[in-house]
């Protein structure tokens, strides 16, 4: 089986972790894997390093960018429908807004019009929606319009999440036959393994916390409707009510500066800490040194986040949006309105009191992470389904 996948950049994001997780496993399976990207633009570190030598053939197209731009995207079109006549394979899988479009229109009209083609199967990866509520509505018109256009041109999409499924389907995006859910991949061993106490020590003791204090961690680019202002805005309670807790901002992005400078305008600076960018091997350390995970975006596929702190053993506290549901819950963390920042303290508040609460909660999260987010099970799914079309 000759499989493409098509990705936009290999940032640091979920998406692109996901997209590598597959390609690494599918050609461990003994499949023909190449996978077409853009270049590593943005100030939210790279991936790319990662996906060397893993088995699989990597294709850069220097013109697919994220920005739209028909100098751009015209011939990063043509690029990428060039690379697909050349390897003629059975299956196309497109990941994210700029490469789906690209790729899906290429695989498409090279099955029309090439006869050793026609028999590719087109499938699409939803790791998060183009339309959203936080957009104007004209612009989210012409979203939903390309993707339904678009969205003619597929075989079969995989959500990262059951809610991106409900989205699509609800702005006339396929048809529920065609669509499965497959919980994005996290390489768990990293967060399962126990991390010597001398080692978490280590790392609070780089960003000035001491062991006493109850480590609220944030990780997420800072970026808009990541929601780091709902966390800061909480922050200015919660520091007053509690002396032993901080916050540990962990990732980088175009409001890093407009953050810092709210931060210390606050004279918070002692209390909200930022760690700037983190390679992802050291994510693990970070939550297992960590006692809550706060999630305030405002849009997320399926934020991996949420699963990571639970396969390392702590709550989860996240507003309410698309997927968070499928993991966050009473059992595991505390589920708040969005933008509500009287439940953010009121959430916050009950577990910096409760270690015990922490405790439970960080058990029963793993538990019920474990088998979902593992990288075999993500990948039999996928399988199936290109076996599913194939056949």
């Not at 790279?46 to 015209?74: C, H, M, S, T, W």
């Not at 916050?247 to 004279?267: A, I, M, R």
């Not at 015990?356 to 987010?373: A, C, D, M």
């Amino acid at each position: 089986m000759k499989i493409v996948h098509i990705i936009t950049r290999l940032i640091l994001g979920g998406a692109q972790e996901n997209t590598l997780i597959t390609c690494k496993l599918l050609a461990q399976r003994g499949r023909n894997v190449t996978l077409i990207t853009g270049p590593a633009l943005g100030p939210e570190g790279e991936l790319f390093n990662q996906a060397k030598d893993q088995g699989y053939k990597i294709v850069v197209v220097d013109k697919l960018k994220r920005a739209i731009n028909p100098l751009d995207d015209i011939p990063a079109y043509h690029e990428i429908k060039k690379i697909i006549k050349q390897i003629n394979p059975d299956i196309v899988h497109t990941h994210s807004a700029k490469a789906g479009i690209l790729g899906r229109l290429a695989a498409f009209n090279l099955r029309n019009t090439h006869n050793a083609m026609r028999n590719t199967k087109i499938v699409h990866g939803i790791h998060g929606l183009s339309f959203h509520p936080y957009q104007s509505q004209w612009l989210n018109k012409l979203y939903i319009a390309i993707e339904k256009y678009t969205g003619k041109k597929t075989d079969f999409f995989i959500s990262v999440a059951d809610a991106m499924t409900s989205q699509s389907l609800a702005a006339g995006i396929g048809k529920p036959e065609q669509y499965v859910t497959a919980y994005s991949a996290i390489e768990e061993d990293a967060y399962l393994k126990p991390f010597p106490e001398e080692q978490k020590i280590q790392f609070r003791q780089k960003y000035g916390i001491s062991e006493d204090k109850v480590v609220i961690v944030k990780i997420a680019r800072l970026f808009m409707l990541k929601g780091h202002d709902y966390v800061i805005e909480s922050a200015k309670t919660l520091s007053k009510q509690f002396d032993n807790c901080v916050w540990l901002f962990v990732g980088n992005g175009n409001l890093s500066d407009t953050y810092k400078q709210q931060v210390k305008e606050l004279g918070l600076e002692d209390r909200i800490i930022f760690t700037g960018l983190l390679p992802t091997s050291k994510i693990p350390l970070a939550i297992a040194s960590s006692n809550i995970l706060v999630h305030c975006s405002l849009r997320e596929g399926l934020a991996r986040t949420l699963p990571q702190a639970m396969l390392g053993g702590i709550p989860a506290i996240s507003f309410d949006v698309d997927g968070a549901r499928e993991v966050v819950n009473k059992n595991t963390g505390r589920l708040i309105e969005p933008k509500n920042i009287d439940q953010l303290i009121k959430a916050c508040a009950e577990l910096i009191e409760d270690e015990n609460l922490r405790k439970q909660l960080g058990e029963q999260g793993r538990e019920s992470v474990t088998t979902k987010f593992a990288p075999n099970t993500m990948v039999d799914t996928i399988e199936k389904v290109y076996n599913k079309l194939l056949d």
